[in-house]
């Protein structure tokens, strides 16, 4: 079992940045690759970066890409993301998951994810 927490969110005005934590416990946290999701009111929950175990490889939607970076410390067992340029269609809640199958690389499919936290609200005012 692996328990995630995210922290991070909060209220900002677009063209604002957001810092997102995921803390990991209960397993070996190098043993999983990790990615953000998140969720609008009304709409699918959808991958927003992913990252591989070792932080070698990372994948990011076409919405987020130059604007926000993942990235993880395995010896803090927590993953990141760095969110610049904010927009108001980024306001959703994210969340942090886990995938424990990858040896190598990454996934953005969200069935592959077996753990996922509770998730934070992020809110940008125009």
């Known amino acids: 079992q692996v328990q995630l927490v995210e922290s991070g969110g909060g209220l900002v005005q677009a063209g604002g940045s957001l810092r997102l934590s995921c803390a990991a416990s209960?397993?070996?946290?190098?043993?999983?690759?990790m990615g953000w999701f998140r969720q609008a009111p009304g709409k699918e929950r959808e991958i927003v970066a992913v990252?591989?175990?070792?932080?070698?490889?990372?994948d990011y939607a076409d919405s987020v890409k130059g604007r926000f970076t993942i990235s993880r410390d395995n010896a803090k067992n927590t993953v990141y993301l760095q969110m610049n340029s904010l927009k108001p269609e980024d306001t959703a809640v994210y969340y942090c998951?886990?995938?424990?199958?990858?040896?190598?690389?990454?996934?953005?499919?969200?069935?592959?994810?077996?753990?996922w936290g509770q998730g934070t609200q992020v809110t940008i005012s125009s």
């Open positions: 209960g397993r070996t946290f190098s043993n999983y690759a």
């Open positions: 998951a886990a995938n424990g199958g990858l040896y190598f690389g990454v996934s953005t499919r969200r069935a592959a994810y077996e753990y």
């Open positions: 990252i591989s175990r070792s932080g070698g490889i990372t």
